[in-house]
């Protein structure tokens, strides 16, 4: 049997980068190993730190609690404390008093949400040096302009000074707007195990991203089943199972293709005609080529009139493909590419690609 290994994040940290990010596989170490950096910069250095997520529905008092539950406090304050209190928006280290009470001890932190990143403006932290946002990967919606506000979150903590920021997530989808925003191009093709550092050249200064893929932890649980299990076991990207063409693609006749693209994605689609019944069916599939597509779907602003936002219904072959996704009957080339292409159309802001 295979001995699980925890991750550990002394490489990540080496690169002594201003920007962490985490990815890999649920319950393999990534969050414990963030939070103990954390305590033992706090309780050593006296540097507070700050737990953000996106909604204040994350971080109800019982939750920030139960988010600190498994670390050794004790270990990390030599005895001194034992547990951790969250209180009012701020986080204690805490100990029992000789009456059995738990009581607060020394701030470490405080929580915060990144959707009401504008009422935090004007606070002043001076003490603080690390950013710790936990999941930051969704397979629901992201903020508008979120990387934005993160780094407009992060100046407020900051100011003049260099602190870490730590974005972790599981590998729960591919269209992350942090990946394009940023430019990090390679984070889609990189390999588990692996850290690649971007760099961003500004004027008299160097702001340094690096993106850790964590390696697979060697879960052995038999839990875990399907497509989901590719994900919480091995740390793959997370994929559903989608219909696949059930002849080959040659013997359909295309009828219509318009190119999708957001971000780094680019996806066809192909408007078919079914060889025995003569029904229509769409087929989606990774654009990889240099041919030409005359019809393009995009968030990008263009005054080109073969350039848009959504599908022109006015139109019948646009109006078939619409019917098509409001009918379920869209085949993709994989799972991969029907959970990227799924994830995209839920997350293009102005509304549903397919609409």
Same mark, same amino acid.
Request: proline share 2%; hydrophobic share 35%; aromatic share 14%.
């Given at each position: $049997?295979?001995? @699980?290994? +925890?991750?550990?994040?002394?490489?990540?940290?080496? %690169?002594?980068?201003? +920007? $962490? $990010?985490?990815?890999?596989?649920?319950?393999?170490? @990534?969050?414990?190993?963030?939070?103990?950096?954390?305590? &033992?910069?706090?309780?050593?250095?006296?540097? !507070? #730190?700050?737990?953000?997520?996106? +909604?204040? *529905?994350?971080?109800? %008092?019982? /939750?920030?609690?139960?988010? #600190?539950? =498994? $670390?050794?406090?004790?270990?990390? %304050? =030599?005895?001194? +404390?034992?547990?951790?209190? *969250? !209180?009012?928006?701020?986080?204690?280290?805490?100990?029992?008093?000789?009456?059995?009470?738990?009581?607060?001890?020394?701030?470490?932190?405080?929580?915060? /949400?990144?959707?009401? *990143? &504008?009422?935090?403006?004007?606070?002043?932290?001076?003490?603080?040096?690390?950013?710790d946002y936990e999941e930051f990967i969704t397979d629901s919606v992201y903020l508008d302009e979120e990387p934005r506000k993160l780094q407009q979150f992060v100046s407020t903590v900051a100011r003049h000074n260099k602190i870490t920021v730590f974005l972790v997530g599981n590998t729960l989808s591919r269209v992350c707007p942090y990946f394009a925003e940023w430019c990090l191009d390679g984070v889609l093709k990189q390999k588990q195990g692996t850290i690649e550092i971007y760099h961003y050249h500004l004027e008299d200064s160097v702001v340094d991203i690096a993106v850790e893929y964590c390696a697979n932890a060697n879960f052995e649980n038999k839990m875990f089943f399907g497509q989901t299990a590719k994900q919480i076991v091995t740390g793959e990207w997370d994929t559903v199972e989608v219909p696949k063409l059930p002849r080959s693609q040659q013997e359909y006749e295309k009828v219509y293709e318009v190119l999708v693209e957001y971000q780094k994605f680019q996806f066809v689609i192909e408007l078919l005609i079914e060889p025995i019944n003569g029904g229509m069916l769409c087929f989606v599939y990774p654009f990889t080529g240099t041919r030409k597509i005359l019809r393009k779907i995009t968030e990008q602003f263009s005054d080109n009139p073969f350039i848009s936002a959504r599908l022109d219904t006015s139109k019948k072959p646009e109006y078939m493909i619409s019917e098509c996704f409001r009918l379920n009957k869209v085949c993709y080339s994989d799972n991969l590419t029907g959970s990227d292409f799924k994830h995209v159309n839920e997350t293009f802001r102005i509304g549903s690609l397919i609409n």
């Open positions: $049997m295979a001995k @699980k290994q +925890y991750y550990d994040i002394t490489n990540l940290l080496n %690169t002594k980068a201003q +920007y $962490m $990010m985490l990815l890999g596989q649920r319950a393999n170490g @990534k969050s414990y190993q963030v939070k103990k950096t954390m305590l &033992e910069n706090a309780y050593r250095n006296h540097k !507070w #730190f700050i737990y953000l997520r996106r +909604y204040k *529905a994350d971080i109800k %008092t019982k /939750a920030v609690e139960n988010y #600190f539950n =498994d $670390m050794p406090i004790a270990k990390i %304050t =030599d005895n001194e +404390y034992s547990g951790i209190i *969250a !209180w009012n928006g701020a986080i204690y280290f805490s100990c029992e008093n000789d009456k059995g009470e738990t009581v607060k001890g020394m701030q470490i932190g405080i929580y915060c /949400a990144l959707n009401e *990143a &504008e009422r935090y403006k004007s606070w002043a932290l001076p003490d603080y040096d690390i950013v």
